[in-house]
């Protein structure tokens, strides 16, 4: 089945710069690729996602790139804010619809 | 998109007793699916619940600790039978509706004693 790698575990960032997670998958017919942002005590909520027929999407501060032959995807949060701060899950979605979830990092934007 | 619901929010259950928890969609749903999320970890899919069938398990999830119901296209329900503290955690409710992304519910955070 699908294993999906997510990159690094824990990351900090001062405000107002970029943070970058990234994540691989194996399964060279996974085709759909979503991002997660989980704050402290709820679920988590879908921010931003991609499908394989596409290489990048952008919506406003946050961006996901996607390399099929590299068989990795990112998420780009430009002009980090406070609010950003919280654990974000990718993950990788066969053909089954089938969800594979990386293991989580979590960000922190220190004011 | 979907808005989940779940209920109750938390709970602080003795050993050998059982919970269940509530999951209610705001819009007919074809599938909803069972996590479970142990703290500061990644979702583990429990099962598959389709309405009108039996929910389908994933390996080292058994129909007599987590029986599931989906009565109708909009709730279903995870019960943890004869709780012990390994069952302590949190547990999400997701619907997934034309084949789109899936959707979280705000989890409920069990704690066993």
């Known amino acids: 089945g699908e294993n999906v790698e997510q990159h690094p575990s824990t990351l900090s960032v001062q405000e107002g710069d970029s943070a970058v997670i990234k994540c691989t998958y194996s399964?060279?017919?996974?085709?759909?690729f979503p991002w997660y942002k989980q704050e402290l005590g709820k679920g988590p909520q879908l921010i931003i996602d991609?499908?394989?027929?596409?290489g990048e999407k952008k919506d406003q501060r946050i961006a996901v790139t996607l390399n099929k032959t590299a068989k990795h995807f990112s998420l780009h949060i430009t002009e980090t804010q406070p609010e950003d701060s919280a654990v974000y899950f990718c993950a990788g979605v066969n053909t089954g619809n089938q969800f594979y979830f990386g293991t989580g990092t979590s960000l922190t934007v220190i004011p | 998109s979907a808005v989940i619901s779940q209920k109750p929010s938390r709970d602080i259950c003795q050993r050998g007793t059982s919970l269940t928890i509530q999951c209610q969609v705001d819009?007919?749903?074809?599938?909803m699916f069972w996590y479970r999320q142990q703290p500061g970890q990644s979702l583990t899919l429990i099962a598959t619940a389709n309405q009108g069938s039996e929910a389908t398990y994933e390996s080292g999830f058994v129909i007599d600790k987590f029986p599931i119901s989906r009565p109708n296209l909009t709730f279903s329900t995870l019960t943890v039978s004869n709780m012990s503290p390994e069952d302590s955690s949190i547990y999400l409710c997701?619907?997934?509706?034309?084949?789109?992304?899936?959707?979280f519910g705000p989890g409920t955070r069990l704690l066993v004693l």
């Open positions: 399964d060279s017919a996974s085709n759909y």
């Open positions: 819009s007919q749903v074809t599938m």
């Open positions: 991609i499908r394989s027929n596409v």
């Open positions: 997701s619907a997934e509706s034309n084949r789109e992304t899936q959707y």
